[in-house]
């Protein structure tokens, strides 16, 4: 199984690992309510890839500007 991550607001692509390499609980997503799961996971079967939601550093940035202001 593939990980990808992209961006949740630009939908940058931010990079992928093999997932073989490593556990759901060394990625962090077994820490995740199943709210939040469904939230920021989103599973491809057809692809075996599992895409995750994240913020890339320049809307992570614009988020802070945001709230600044
Ligand atoms: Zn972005």
Redesign the pocket.
């Known amino acids: 199984m593939d990980i990808v991550y992209y961006?949740?607001?630009?939908?940058?692509y931010m990079g992928s690992l093999d997932a073989a390499k490593a556990s759901e609980e060394r990625l962090g997503f077994s820490m995740l309510t199943p709210e939040e799961r469904t939230e920021f996971l989103r599973y491809d079967g057809s692809k075996n890839t599992l895409y995750v939601k994240t913020?890339?550093e320049?809307?992570?940035h614009q988020e802070e500007q945001i709230l600044l202001h």
Do not use: F, I, Q
């Open positions: 961006c949740k607001r630009c939908n940058a913020l890339c320049r809307c992570e």
